[in-house]
């Protein structure tokens, strides 16, 4: 396929992939915010999830205190702010738009009127109270655009290009919503098994749809470590990380031409840690360090894509 | 609709019938749907100039144009004739220049015509085939006789509206179509696609084909982007394509892949600034010499332009004649040409009642309509006709037909034109029907889509 057109769609399973991750960030942060217990600091819940997803400055050029409407605002409806809800889906649509021509008519449809339909909510219905319809139609709207893929989309290098777009993203924003958590433990928090963790660690299971997974899978009670340990290495959650890493490694085996090898081999070699690694064999020094380092290569990953197949030189 | 003692024509009988018994408020509802229905599909037009929301819908008209099987016959008869004529003609200024020795033309029409191309003087082209798809604009001027407005045989656009707005029709109206024998356009993708791969350079198996947009900016892109989806090939821009050793690639996850036929929706000035403009970065180095070494066809072929240009349109019947030695089935709109000093001087003292237009203009830009044109407007006219009179044909603004179209007011008539698509491959195909442009408001003889014309689904029925 064009080198373009795979350019396209892998970013099209990005931002449409992001615009999700934010909402279901969003999502916790704002039920977070229903539980007595957090409250007190919700401010700095705000403050550590502007910051791990690497938009402290950009919130700080525009805005004073991260107070939650402000946070809101910025992240789901801020035209500029180019990784807010509204912008991602603005994005997707646009690359969309740029290949209509080689994805299903369903597809550009289902992308365009999301984007249709985000352009007209109005942000100023919206508060730190009730952003949790915004969300849910986010979430709806996502939904329906993944069967739609599914449904319609033909299963060449373009269906794999966009998957791989979509996991790399999935484990990038699945990593910093966990990041966002454990920047709000306390220095002991993340190893014990306090009583009043149940609550933040429960709430951020919800994020990637993983809390009922949890109950029926998991004989343990709710605790730091072994949510981290569900939401990175679960073979079965949909959203771990893990499975986003085996996905990733696997369309990437899909589209393989002769330049791509090394790139095939540190997806590979990242897929295989996760398979067969433990929290304890990962991380020596700690959960964040190891979710640094994974977000990292996630990006490593995205430029030797980039080279490898995107913008192919003559 | 109505004939001009205010009979509804015998084909318009079943959907007028219908049309009565229709309550207003279901037409009203029915275009709110359509309007949602465009929005949702992307079908768009940008208009140049307009910063933002530059993508806009084309207005659609639910009001159907119907054409009988007769006048469909004979119109189709026409256009092929025509086509042909137009075909031979390209070939022959490329070539021979027959016509130029039998007086017909003067030569400075061709070689001062910006739209003459010399890089492309004595390249045989595969098939003899210069306009593959062409789009000829006619309006009807009596019952059921045609004749024909303007031959566009560089990049025709407006397909992608007869089939969408087909589409909207079936989906919108569905019992209308059981009352109607309608014939399908549908298939026109497919006979495109045929075409294309049959004009291929020879000893290529299996052309690859490719459709060239300028990019998502550009007025069109939604036709191009469903043109190729529609024939299932790849839809390239410029940077998408290089030469090298003579042929022509385009860069693809897995290496340079070899291009053997351009459907390109790019003027001749942009496709390669080796040769033509320099600062174009639409289109492809070196693509002018891979085109004449016979390794890539590009469709329509370079130079087509010299062929649909105003200052030559008069000339037509005079080529049906010369190159196939039969009587023109298609008139043209009686032409004046203002470089003939009885055409100027009857002009100049009519301009009241003429459309006159610049020879090189295009899209509705450029012309005087003299009826509501003011005083104003014409004594500037005036004045830069006598300038260069050369450079200006006149028409009589009596030539389009109306057609009735839905209005906040209910149905009322409105001007319309009609562009059938002639495609030229081992023989000529023509889908039945084609673009119905309407114009907007009462009276307007503007239908072009930048001007703000609107579209309507067209009927050719079978019986």
Redesign the interface.
């Known amino acids: ?6 350019d396209h769609v892998y970013w099209l399973g990005r931002y449409a992939e992001r615009a999700e991750n934010l909402a279901r960030t969003l999502d916790v942060q704002y039920r977070l915010s229903l539980v007595p217990h957090a409250s007190s600091d919700d401010r700095h819940g705000w403050a550590q999830m502007l910051a791990r997803l690497g938009l402290e400055s950009t919130f700080a050029e525009r805005h004073a205190a991260p107070d939650p409407h402000r946070v809101i605002d910025f992240l789901a409806f801020d035209a500029g702010n180019p990784s807010s809800i509204l912008s991602c889906l603005r994005a997707a649509r ?1 690359n969309a ?6 994805i299903s ?1 369903e597809m ?2 289902a992308f ?2 999301t984007w ?1 339909g985000a352009r007209t909510q109005a942000p100023s219905r919206f508060t730190a109270l009730n952003i949790v319809e915004f969300v849910d139609w986010v979430k709806y709207r996502a939904h329906l655009a993944r069967g739609v893929v599914l449904g319609s989309m033909l299963r060449d ?1 373009s269906y794999h ?1 966009m998957q791989i777009g979509t996991f790399l993203e999935r484990a990038d924003g699945v990593a910093r919503l966990l990041l966002a958590r454990l920047a709000c433990e306390s220095p002991a928090g993340a190893d014990g098994a306090d009583a009043h963790d149940y609550y933040p660690w429960s709430v951020l299971l919800r994020g990637p749809s993983a809390f009922e997974i949890f109950r029926r899978v998991s004989r343990d009670t709710v605790s730091p470590r072994r949510v981290l340990e569900f939401v990175i290495l679960h073979q079965h959650v949909p959203r771990s990380i893990y499975r986003s890493a085996a996905l990733v490694h696997e369309n990437l085996q899909s ?1 393989a ?2 330049q791509s090898g090394e790139t095939e081999r540190r997806a590979g070699l990242l897929h295989a840690e996760l398979r067969f690694g433990t929290l304890e064999s990962l991380a020596p020094q700690g959960s964040e360090r190891f979710l640094h380092d994974l977000i990292a290569r996630a990006a490593d990953l995205s430029d030797r894509i980039g080279r490898d ?2 913008r ?3 | 609709m109505y004939t001009a003692d205010g009979r509804v024509r015998p084909h318009y009988a079943a959907y007028a019938d219908w049309l009565t018994r229709q309550p207003d408020d279901l037409l009203r509802q029915k275009r709110a749907e359509a309007d949602s229905l465009f929005h949702r599909v992307g079908i768009t037009f940008a208009v140049y100039g307009e910063q933002e929301g530059n993508e806009r819908l084309i207005p659609f008209d639910i009001v159907p144009r119907v054409l009988s099987a007769d006048e469909w016959r004979t119109l189709a008869a026409g256009l092929r004739q025509r086509v042909r004529a137009l075909n031979a003609f390209i070939g022959d200024i490329y070539h021979g220049q027959e016509i130029l020795r039998a007086g017909l033309l003067n030569p400075e029409q061709v070689f001062c015509n910006p739209q003459y191309r010399p890089e492309m003087q004595g390249m045989d082209v595969p098939g003899g085939i210069y306009a593959h798809i062409a789009g000829i604009d006619v309006v009807r001027v009596g019952a059921g006789e045609f004749c024909v407005l303007k031959d566009n045989l560089r990049v025709p656009s407006g397909v992608s509206h007869m089939l969408e707005d087909r589409k909207m029709m079936m989906r919108l109206f569905p019992e209308l179509f059981a009352l109607n024998r309608v014939a399908p356009v549908e298939h026109y993708p497919d006979r495109l696609l045929e075409n294309l791969a049959r004009v291929a350079p020879a000893g290529v198996a299996a052309p690859v084909v490719v459709v060239l947009t300028p990019g998502a900016h550009n007025s069109a892109y939604f036709e191009h982007a469903f043109l190729a989806q529609q024939m299932g090939v790849e839809l390239v821009e410029g940077q998408d394509l290089f030469v090298r050793d003579g042929f022509v690639y385009m860069r693809t996850t897995r290496g340079p892949q070899r291009v053997d036929v351009i459907y390109r929706r790019i003027d001749d000035d942009f496709l390669d600034p080796l040769v033509f403009r320099p600062d174009s970065v639409l289109g492809v180095p070196g693509l002018m010499s891979a085109y004449r070494a016979g390794r890539v066809t590009v469709a329509n072929a370079i130079g087509t332009g010299i062929a649909d240009d105003k200052s030559i349109y008069p000339y037509v019947p005079d080529m049906i004649r010369f190159y196939l030695g039969e009587a023109p089935l298609l008139e043209n709109v009686p032409t004046r040409v203002l470089r003939r000093k009885d055409d100027l001087a009857f002009t100049l003292a009519h301009l009241g009642q003429l459309v006159v237009k610049e020879v090189h203009g295009a899209g509705g830009y450029g012309m005087l309509v003299g009826p509501t044109a003011s005083q104003a407007e014409r004594e500037d006219f005036r004045l830069r006709i006598l300038a260069a009179p050369e450079k200006y044909i006149a028409q009589p603004t009596l030539a389009r037909s109306t057609c009735p179209k839905f209005v906040e007011q209910g149905v009322a008539p409105r001007h319309i034109d009609l562009r059938p698509f002639v495609l030229s491959g081992r023989e000529i195909t023509i889908v039945p029907g084609g673009l119905t442009r309407v114009a907007l408001r009462t009276g307007s003889l503007v239908v072009n889509s930048s001007q703000g014309g609107g579209t309507k689904d067209t009927w050719v029925l079978e019986t």
Do not use: D, I
Not at chain 1, 1 to 6: D, F, G, K, N
Not at chain 1, 97 to 102: F, K, L, N, T
């Open positions: 396929m064009l080198s373009r057109t795979a646009e738009r740029a290949v209509r021509g080689s008519s550009w449809e365009n009127s249709l290098e290009f589209v031409n002769a197949f995107l192919h030189a003559a």
